[in-house]
């Protein structure tokens, strides 16, 4: 497993290397955009650590111009927070997943993990998890054939369960990756958002799977029932 990490910040990139060799992967590091795109289309990764900020060529060019060259490797952006306009933008441009800054490099390592087993095609602007589709750029949202209206709150946890649709997302992982950073968070405030997702997603459809689980201690998760 080869990892290409692309961040200008020195201590960030040089602490992801350390901590990923240890884990036994082969890692490249660049600080510069440039040269990171340079190597990420002419040499093979099998996933690539983005850095959005970047001096020279940022991220979302960089992302954009992979994908234009049908480099299809898994992207992870890092982003810092509350830039959420920035990760919508490098989604779209298409980047794979993102991690907020500051970071577990648990999380990270679990992310990587996810995108390495993932098959070498970009998610694309609709993802998809049984008949629950939703559309990135149009903010479409369907279960089967019929539309559902969500929030714009609601879309975001969505958005992020589906990402990482067949995996546990902690509280922690849902509030620090899904709300702004001066968004007022209540101890229960992701279970009251969960809850507003099953009574539009799972109760109105009786018949069909539920999809929206909840692992008691651990977290939630996009999945079927009885596959938990
Ligand atoms: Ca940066």
């Given amino acids: 497993m080869k990892i290409l990490v692309i961040e200008d910040e020195h201590k960030i990139a040089n602490s992801i290397k350390k901590g990923l060799e240890q884990e036994s992967y082969a890692v490249d590091v660049t600080y510069s ?18 850095d959005l900020m970047l001096p020279d ?14 480099i299809n490797t898994p992207i992870l952006i890092l982003t810092a927070k509350g830039q959420l306009e920035d990760k919508v933008k ?15 490099f648990t999380e990270l390592l679990a992310r990587i993990r996810a995108l390495s087993r993932r098959p070498k095609t970009n998610l694309g ?17 369907k279960r089967g054939e019929k539309e559902i209206k969500l929030s714009k709150q609601e879309f975001a946890l969505l ?20 709300w702004d950073y001066d968004a007022d968070i209540l101890p229960n405030t992701v279970e009251v958002y969960i ?5 539009k997603i799972d109760k109105p459809f ?14 939630y998760k996009i999945g079927k029932e009885n596959h938990v």
Avoid: W
Wanted: charge should be negative; charged fraction near 25%.
């Fill in 159 to 178: 958005e992020y369960l589906l990402r990482h649709a067949g995996t546990i997302s902690t509280k922690d992982q849902i509030i620090n990756n899904v």
């Fill in 33 to 50: 955009g440039t040269d990171g795109f340079d190597m990420a289309s002419s040499e093979e990764y099998d996933v690539i650590i983005l």
């Fill in 90 to 104: 490098g989604l779209n441009s298409g980047a794979d997943d993102y991690l907020t800054k500051p970071f577990a």
């Fill in 125 to 141: 602007p609709v993802l998809k998890y049984e008949d629950l589709t939703l559309n990135t750029i149009s903010f479409e949202v």
């Fill in 195 to 199: 809850g507003y997702l099953r009574n």
């Fill in 206 to 219: 009786k018949g069909k799977p539920n999809l929206i689980l909840t692992l008691r201690g651990f977290g």
């Fill in 57 to 70: 060529m940022d991220g979302i060019e960089i992302c954009h111009k992979l994908r234009q060259e049908k």
